[in-house]
């Protein structure tokens, strides 16, 4: 039932928002150069590497790494990339991700290939068997503030709490975190 609710919304938010995804991607490409979107290397299931989609917000000399570890990321963002991250439009781009099945809406983050501590911890707890998702437990739960063992914490909460409605409650309340714009620190 999960992966049937991911297709179907993620195909329906895709035609939807085919026009403001267009925009964005125009707005990019006009305000910095290099391509709108950047493709990340991100852990999926059972620690595999998928390419996962975002709209580009750093210029294309930031360091691949996590935002939360690089020493002044408002030096690498894009004359849009603050705005786009605020708001979260630059995960729009992963419903392609959600489509093939990389992703789903909910699950824990992808780790960013590098991420070993994060990638170590959810494989040790089974976390990493799970699809990853736009957004989760840890995201709702305070997002780029939780240091990473609480991150995992969260993870295996869902984990073993997992069902279709903890998931629509899930996207419930991350809509109005993003709203809020609660828990985005860059």
Known sequence: MKR????????????????????????????????ALYWSNRVGVNNTIFKMPKYRTMTLDAPEVATH??????????VVGSLLRKFSLD???Q????????MSFVGPRPALYN?????????????????PGVTGWAQIN?????????????????????SFLFDIMIIWKTLFKVIKKEGVTH
Request: proline residues 8%; negative net charge.
């Open 91 to 93: 995960e729009l781009p």
């Open 142 to 162: 305070g997002r780029d503030d939780l240091p990473i063992p609480v991150k995992v914490l969260y993870d295996e909460h869902y984990m073993h709490h997992q």
């Open 4 to 35: 049937i609710f991911d297709i179907l919304l993620s195909l329906f938010l895709l035609c939807f928002l085919s026009i403001p995804l267009i925009l964005i991607a125009l707005i990019i490409k006009i305000s910095s150069p290099g391509p």
């Open 115 to 131: 991420q070993d501590d994060l990638i170590k911890l959810r494989s040790e707890k089974g976390i990493s068997q799970l699809t």
């Open 69 to 78: 570890l690089m020493k002044d990321p408002d030096l690498y963002l894009t």
């Open 95 to 102: 419903l392609w991700s959600i489509l093939k099945g990389d």
